[in-house]
């Protein structure tokens, strides 16, 4: 990367699922950057609020083009066509697996994160227990992880011969879903090839770093190792 590139700033930086994959383009491409935390209790207060109207993290701003963004798919959008020009983890514009990636990525924005996080609400956060919600959310992160599974049975990756910005985006709720629906199911018994993918990027430099700084922000913000619930009260409100 360029020693030219003023450091882009991320609200959120690690904590919660949608931040978490925005923070592993940045370092997967090592685009400088320098992260504002912002409590999950705050960001519905008027000051974020200027920064992300919407009152969700992440945000994305850049000095370098004056765009600020928010929505993470759009963010990683964004990150891919300004700053992957060598096609690190997509493919040239025009290509097959170029709009490829993009149909995965629109998957995991659609199809993954709000069904997993409905799964997390009604499992972890809402006041009663009601099992038929819980049902319902279980079954669809099943139905999204038999999806993968097919695909990647006969595929290493999503799209083509490498790993993209389209396998990255899926890591953060499906490796955090292995926990969620623990009680449920198993997982890395019923998916043995989206645990297969899963293992080999989570074992890669860049999102070891992501979730070794994400072990310690919990520390930090919640004093205890792994994901806190509260991690992902952002998801649904």
């Known amino acids: 990367m360029s020693p030219d590139i003023k450091p882009l700033t991320l609200w959120g930086g690690v904590l919660g699922p949608n931040p978490a994959k925005v923070s592993m383009i940045l370092y997967t491409l090592d685009i400088p950057h320098e992260t504002i935390y912002v409590p999950f209790k705050e960001i519905k207060n008027q000051e974020y609020l200027k920064v992300n109207p919407n009152g969700r993290l992440p945000t994305l701003a850049d000095p370098n083009t004056d765009i600020k963004l928010w929505e993470s798919g759009a963010i990683i959008e964004y990150l891919i066509e300004k700053y992957d020009k060598n096609f690190e983890i997509s493919y040239e514009p025009g ?103 899963l293992d080999e990027m989570v074992n890669m430099e860049p999102i070891k770093k992501v979730l070794e700084e994400k072990e310690r922000k919990n520390l930090e913000v919640f004093g205890k190792k792994g994901e806190d619930k509260d991690n992902h009260k952002d998801e649904h409100e």
């Open 95 to 197: 290509t097959e697996e170029y709009y490829l990636c993009k149909q995965w990525l629109h998957f995991q924005m659609s199809g993954q994160g709000p069904y997993y996080g409905q799964a997390v609400w009604f499992i972890n956060l809402h006041p009663e227990k009601l099992q038929s919600c819980i049902d319902r959310y279980v079954n669809e992160i099943k139905r999204v992880s038999a999806v993968l599974n097919t695909h990647l049975s006969a595929n290493k990756w999503l799209v083509g011969n490498k790993c993209t910005y389209a396998d990255l985006a899926f890591i953060p709720w499906q490796d955090f879903s292995t926990k969620v629906v623990a009680p449920y199911y198993d997982a890395k018994a019923e998916f043995p090839h989206v645990q297969r993918w």
